[in-house]
């Protein structure tokens, strides 16, 4: 077989070299052409430096095709992979720090809140560019596998404004599948599950084995685990409260509701600092500081290391290589995808863009009907939802309006601030964004009038209830099994009970 695979974004280590790999452990794809392209040309080269090797020690000749210039990656790619971080380190730590200063306290801030929000603003004209690229360079079939976050927002946006057939993908239904055959001391290929939802709050809303219902002990279950009752204490209470257990990770789904993170001197009861990904103030944002420090430092190390080995129980879990797989050879593939409604879950919104079982053959890729979600989890998704299109909206219009009411619709930012506090944090925000918020020329002039007229409200230099120190370099030297993992992993909370 031969066909053309595009990563946009390739500079991101773990998910490129990563899925690069799942591809090409398919027997079938070891001629097909792979096409590299980053706005970093220094990360863009030690990229594809690292695959490169890894492809000629697994004994293949495909040469990887490294560029700048988007539409040359992309031309005539069949799949578009899309791994970006619009505004890189910079912008990430603006979506964290500035909201702070409210009070407004997030782990990771790239799906909701007030961090996802800015987020999509940044992230959505480049995908509608993306989009605008695909459609004129692409064959006429192609298939956009969106990794980057916010994933619903940006999905969303693809299907409904960029005219380009798009999958949402993410690897926390297999997390928490992991965790529910854990907890019931079974492997995950003796559990049964049906998740649906939204992503990052998509719920397991069946679990059997062998025909026995999971669901019902499952509380009894996580809360007499010795690790996860104390690391996942945000999932297990939503469990208790909602009836069935959330994909997402404690510190995740800590910030995209109102209740767990809202009063400073309780985030604590709620969170574990075992792992940043249990709830640290800006956890996500520390370990990715940290892994691109590492990587960029130990680099020539990492070419010295042993290569990836493209077989089949060293493959991953990420479901792109699977859907590709699936839609070339014919193997059937069954996995959870980001999708618009349209009638899968029938008490969300047809619009939306949900997570659902769905099916993969040479036929193309199944979505299964779902019904209605349980009452409580549908509450949950709907508020979410409600914010999200707000926001892609706002992002796509340049309406600063509707982004405001995205920042009041919000669970989290509506908990802790009033709209007074709201509308100040949204000019700071789009500020301190500027250098990629293009749409909105007119509100950041008007928002930089404002915040030079004085009488402001008074903000607070708060670090938040749990934020650790990035680590330097040599301290990271001293654990360079743990640094490689942190570089190199897409998945950055797969090993939780270590600190990074």
Not at 12 to 21: A, C, D, K, V
Not at 109 to 129: F, K, N, V
Request: contains cysteine.
């Amino acid at each position: 077989m031969s066909f053309k695979v595009a990563f946009i974004g390739a500079g991101s280590i773990g998910f490129t070299r990563g899925i690069l790999r799942d591809l090409l452990t398919v027997p079938e794809f070891r001629n097909i052409e792979v096409a590299f392209t980053d706005i970093s040309q220094p990360n863009l080269e030690m990229v594809t430096k690292l695959c490169q090797r890894d492809i000629h020690e697994n004994g293949l000749s495909i040469s990887i095709e490294a560029t700048t210039d988007r539409r040359a990656a992309m031309k005539d790619a069949k799949y578009v992979i899309c791994t970006i971080r619009v505004g890189g380190l910079d912008a990430f730590r603006s979506d964290v720090d500035i909201p702070l200063k409210y009070g407004i306290d997030q782990c990771v801030g790239d799906t909701l809140c007030a961090g996802g929000i800015m987020y999509g603003q940044r992230g959505i004209p480049e995908m509608l560019g993306i989009c605008q690229d695909i459609r004129e360079v692409c064959v006429e079939d192609v298939l956009l596998l969106n990794y980057s976050n916010p994933m619903a927002m940006l999905t969303w946006a693809c299907n409904q404004y960029g005219g380009v057939r798009t999958i949402g993908l993410c690897h926390g239904v297999q997390h928490g599948h992991h965790q529910i055959a854990e907890v019931y001391g079974l492997n995950k290929e003796e559990v049964d599950i049906v998740c649906a939802g939204i992503n990052h709050q998509t719920w397991y809303i069946q679990a059997a084995h062998q025909g026995r219902d999971l669901t019902k002990g499952l509380l009894q279950a996580f809360e007499s685990h010795p690790e996860y009752s104390r690391t996942e204490k945000v999932r297990i209470d939503m469990l208790r409260r909602f009836g069935y257990y959330s994909t997402e990770s404690n510190g995740h789904l800590s910030e995209y509701v109102a209740w767990y993170r809202k009063r400073p001197e309780e985030i604590t009861d709620w969170i574990d600092l075992g792992s940043w990904i249990n709830g640290e103030t800006g956890g996500y944002l520390r370990v990715c500081t940290e892994g691109r420090h590492w990587f960029e430092t130990d680099f020539p190390n990492w070419m010295n290391d042993p290569a990836m080995t493209y077989t089949a129980e060293h493959r991953g879990e990420e479901h792109g290589s699977y859907i590709i797989e699936g839609l070339e050879t014919g193997r059937m593939y069954r996995g959870h995808f980001n999708v618009v409604n349209q009638g899968i879950i029938a008490n969300l919104p047809d619009d939306a863009i949900v997570e659902a079982p769905g099916y993969v053959d040479r036929n193309g890729i199944s979505m299964s009907h779902v019904g209605k979600l349980p009452l409580g989890p549908a509450a949950v998704c709907s508020a979410s939802i409600s914010v999200q299109r707000l926001a892609v909206e706002a992002a796509v219009h340049g309406d600063d309006l509707l982004l405001r009411q995205a920042f009041m619709m919000d669970p989290l930012v509506g908990a802790v601030c009033n709209p007074k506090e709201i509308w100040q944090l949204v000019d700071e925000m789009l500020i301190a964004g500027e250098a990629w918020l293009p749409q909105y020329g007119e509100a950041i002039a008007a928002a930089k009038e404002r915040q030079s007229a004085g009488s402001l409200i008074p903000t607070r230099d708060y670090e938040g209830a749990a934020r650790l120190r990035v680590k330097t370099v040599d301290e990271m030297k001293l654990d360079r099994e743990n640094a490689n993992k942190n570089a190199g992993e897409s998945d950055k909370g797969k090993d939780r009970e270590k600190v990074l």
